[in-house]
């Protein structure tokens, strides 16, 4: 035993192996939450590795000669090793470092990966080659029978494995797009991992596909090429409007609708003309996904809106003498009437009221481009738009950035009836555009023939309030400013004919 002691105190490669693992295990302690530390210990031990073997005549890619002194012959051995150890693991950093100064996606993972166990394998062959001197065409031999049985196995397992690569080379998607699975699961990629894909789907669930399903799917990705996204939706009017009238109203509300972008421009297009009705498909985009819910509502609430003021009904089955009777209703309602059946204010009266409050209403007409309310302005009526589209927009530094857009249904003016207010925007008329004005004298003679409708205004929230100290917009309108508004006006018409608030 102390021969073999003093054989490796002589061996300057024993010493050197002593060294070396001093050195590595004094890296793990002083570098333990620095990878970078370690990684420049490993590259400074990997270049003094091949100096020492190269000064010592060791080649580490031929075959380890034998010195007749095992310790020695042991010593050589676990420094060959080493060395294709570290050789590999600079390798697979180098892949890594490449990914990562390119700005590869997270799914560049699955390639590098992929390389890594390739670099790692061919080093293992290689330790049994020129290290043990074992022939590796039995073990090559071996392990291709091994895998032959594993494959036949882990089949399913495989399939989704070499999917992941297939589907991390071509890049269909990439974390964060919004995609189609095979028309059934959609939502956000959030992770491609070797087995699976994991889509957040807009449910808020996770769902995880796996790669060998999804590489035979046909896959949407709606982020790609652009984040824009197309909507269509089907609308069937009765059989009794021309189709260029139709295209016309249906043209007018998707202006109406600020979810949706103007390039690509929306669409409307005949399908279909039916004896029960005529069939038209309007397509518009929106600017991502996220969005599409949201402008596909408020689209379809336009489209009812100016089908209404227009007096444009709906296709519905129905018989010969239901449909007369319906036609003959919709013919003795006044277009003012049915402009008054989209106020939330007036919703509360009766029919024969609101048939009779439209009698009283006087209509403006206003050409494409013409400005409807100046800065500045105090308004004592209360303005109804009939049809049309308005731009509500400030008119300050800003360069007039748009607030919202009115369409049939929407109104304004009614701050400035009972507090004076001014005007802070500019509404200008996008469209052609009819608007009907009610003075508070004739809104007064409403509200004292039906007290009901004071306490509605406390309740119902205002669609805009474009004229005052602060213009509001409908989406960030708060619960007390509306109340706030609505007592003004409640308050006025109370102290001055005595209608009383709920």
Same mark, same amino acid.
Request: one cysteine or more.
């Given at each position: 035993m102390g021969a073999v002691i003093e054989a490796a105190t002589r061996d300057p490669l024993a010493a050197f192996l002593a060294l070396l693992?001093?050195?590595?295990?004094?890296?793990?302690?002083?570098?333990?939450?620095?990878?970078?530390?370690?990684?420049?210990?490993? +590259?400074?031990?990997? +270049?003094?590795?091949?100096?020492?073997?190269?000064?010592?005549?060791?080649?580490?890619?031929q075959p380890l000669q034998s010195t007749g002194a095992p310790v020695r012959d042991v010593v050589h051995a676990v420094l060959k090793i080493a060395w294709w150890l570290w050789a590999a693991w600079f390798v697979v950093g180098i892949l890594h470092a490449i990914l990562l100064v390119e700005r590869r996606p997270r799914e560049g993972r699955l390639a590098s990966d992929l390389f890594a166990g390739v670099v790692y394998l061919a080093a293992l062959f290689a330790i049994v080659r020129y290290v043990f001197d074992l022939p590796i065409q039995g073990m090559l031999?071996?392990?291709g029978v091994i895998a032959i049985i594993l494959g036949l196995a882990l089949q399913s397992s495989l399939g989704d494995v070499f999917s992941g690569i297939v589907l991390s080379f071509s890049r269909p998607y990439r974390p964060g797009d919004w995609v189609n699975i095979g028309? !059934?699961?959609?939502?956000?990629?959030?992770?491609?991992?070797?087995?699976?894909?994991?889509?957040?789907?807009?449910?808020?669930?996770?769902?995880?596909?796996?790669n060998s399903g999804i590489a035979k799917a046909k896959i949407v990705n709606v982020s790609s090429p652009s984040g824009i996204h197309? +909507?269509?939706?089907?609308?069937?009017?009765?059989?009794?409007?021309?189709?260029?009238?139709?295209?016309?109203?249906?043209?007018?509300?998707?202006?109406?609708? $600020?979810?949706?972008? $103007?390039? @690509?421009? @929306?669409?409307?297009?005949?399908?279909a003309i039916k004896r029960t009705g005529t069939e038209y498909e309007i397509t518009v985009f929106v600017g991502e996904f996220a969005a599409a819910t949201r402008a596909q509502n408020e689209l379809l609430d336009m489209v009812y809106r100016h089908?209404?003021?227009? !007096?444009?009904?709906?296709?519905?089955?129905?018989?010969?003498?239901? $449909?007369?009777?319906?036609?003959?209703?919709?013919?003795?309602?006044?277009?003012?009437?049915?402009?008054?059946?989209?106020?939330?204010?007036?919703? @509360?009266?009766?029919?024969?009221?609101?048939?009779?409050?439209?009698?009283?209403? $006087?209509?403006?007409? /206003?050409?494409?481009g013409s400005v409807i309310l100046e800065p500045g302005s105090v308004l004592q009526s209360l303005f109804i738009v009939a049809g049309g589209v308005l731009?509500?927009?400030?008119?300050?530094?800003?360069? !007039?950035?748009?607030?919202?857009?009115? !369409?049939?249904?929407?109104?304004?003016?009614?701050?400035?009836?009972?507090?004076?207010?001014?005007?802070?925007?500019?509404?200008?008329?996008?469209?052609?555009?009819?608007?009907?004005?009610?003075? /508070?004298?004739?809104l007064a003679a409403v509200l004292a023939a039906s007290p009901e409708v004071s306490g509605v205004l406390h309740r119902l929230p205002p669609r805009g309030q474009i004229v005052g100290e602060e213009s509001v917009d409908v989406d960030s309108a708060d619960a007390a400013s509306s109340g706030q508004v609505r007592t003004w006006l409640a308050g006025y018409f109370h102290r001055r004919y005595g209608v009383a608030a709920d």
């Open positions: 693992a001093v050195g590595v295990a004094l890296s793990h302690l002083f570098f333990r939450h620095s990878p970078l530390g370690r990684a420049i210990v490993r +590259i400074v031990c990997l +270049i003094l590795l091949t100096a020492v073997l190269i000064h010592a005549d060791i080649v580490p890619y031999a071996t392990s028309g !059934g699961t959609e939502g956000r990629v959030i992770e491609m991992n070797w087995r699976a894909t994991h889509i957040l789907t807009d449910r808020g669930d996770l769902a995880i596909v796996p197309g +909507i269509a939706v089907t609308v069937e009017t009765d059989c009794g409007t021309p189709p260029a009238a139709c295209i016309a109203v249906l043209d007018r509300a998707a202006l109406n609708c $600020r979810s949706i972008v $103007r390039t @690509p421009a @929306p669409a409307v297009a005949v399908k089908l209404c003021a227009d !007096g444009i009904d709906l296709a519905a089955p129905s018989t010969e003498f239901s $449909r007369a009777a319906e036609a003959c209703a919709t013919a003795s309602r006044t277009r003012a009437a049915r402009v008054l059946e989209l106020v939330d204010i007036f919703r @509360p009266l009766a029919v024969q009221e609101r048939s009779a409050l439209a009698t009283k209403l $006087r209509w403006r007409l /206003h050409e494409q731009s509500v927009a400030r008119d300050d530094s800003e360069a !007039g950035a748009e607030l919202r857009r009115l !369409g049939p249904g929407d109104y304004f003016g009614e701050i400035g009836i009972p507090s004076g207010a001014v005007s802070t925007v500019k509404v200008t008329a996008l469209t052609t555009a009819t608007i009907y004005e009610l003075t /508070h004298d004739e």
